[in-house]
T-cell receptor, first 114, second 109 residues
Framework: EPEVTQTPSHQVTQMGQEVILRCVPISNHLYFYWYRQILGQKVEFLVSFYNNEISEKSEIFDDQFSVERPDGSNFTLKIRSTKLEDSAMYFC????????????FGQGTRLTVV | AQRVTQPEKLLSVFKGAPVELKCNYSYSGSPELFWYVQYSRQRLQLLLRHISRESIKGFTADLNKGETSFHLKKPFAQEEDSAMYYCALKRGGNTPLVFGKGTRLSVIA
């Protein structure tokens, strides 16, 4: 069964450094999402992406964040200058976009900013 | 704004006992409601959605618009049901999911 895959599974970075989290959505899916979950808190929406552009973003998704689909298969989340509070589990999800279809989630990348 | 509330952080039940995981939502429109489950060391996966009105792994959930609730129920809990359960709401179409904080269900043998 096709899966959304995310790399790396765990990333440790120093405060102020740039990180890129990678996701490979399911191949026939058209809608892509990033969510994050700070330890002990709820899963929060960051951004959705369709047709090579952002379709919706939350207030968390500020200028430090950007997303890209550089090669038609990968879907990346970049954090330009990481802060301690960016430490979280980051989940990628994708959907076909057809009515009443579910979002499939990746296994997540745990980002630790030190 | 949409909000999903799961009042219980942890729910422990004995094997064979009934389970009810509570979920309340606030949204002025017609929401789509979902339950996602995350077993230990696995990814979030869809358990069921209100629109399908189906039973998955013995779980059911009924959307009660009057009480703005979508509680998840199972008559007889099994040990393999132990997991994190997240209630989620979608405005419709391809809009993103809004999650509750989750309830950890622990089924004791």
């Amino acid at each position: 069964e096709p899966e959304v895959t995310q790399t790396p599974s765990h990333q440790v970075t120093q405060m102020g450094q740039e990180v890129i989290l990678r996701c490979v959505p399911i191949s026939n899916h058209l809608y892509f999402y990033w969510y994050r979950q700070i330890l002990g808190q709820k899963v929060e929406f960051l951004v959705s992406f369709y047709n090579n552009e952002i379709s919706e973003k939350s207030e968390i998704f500020d200028d430090q964040f950007s997303v890209e689909r550089p090669d038609g298969s990968n879907f990346t989340l970049k954090i330009r200058s990481t802060k301690l509070e960016d430490s979280a589990m980051y989940f990628c999800a994708s959907r076909t976009g057809q009515v009443n279809t579910e979002a499939f989630f990746g296994q997540g990348t745990r980002l630790t900013v030190v | 704004a949409q909000r999903v509330t799961q009042p219980e952080k942890l729910l422990s039940v004995f094997k064979g006992a009934p389970v009810e995981l509570k979920c309340n939502y606030s949204y002025s429109g017609s929401p789509e409601l979902f339950w996602y489950v995350q077993y230990s060391r696995q990814r979030l996966q869809l358990l069921l959605r209100h629109i399908s009105r189906e039973s998955i792994k013995g779980f059911t959930a009924d959307l009660n618009k009057g009480e703005t609730s979508f509680h998840l129920k199972k008559p007889f809990a099994q040990e393999e049901d132990s997991a994190m359960y997240y209630c989620a709401l979608k405005r419709g179409g391809n809009t993103p999911l809004v999650f509750g904080k989750g309830t950890r269900l622990s089924v004791i043998a």
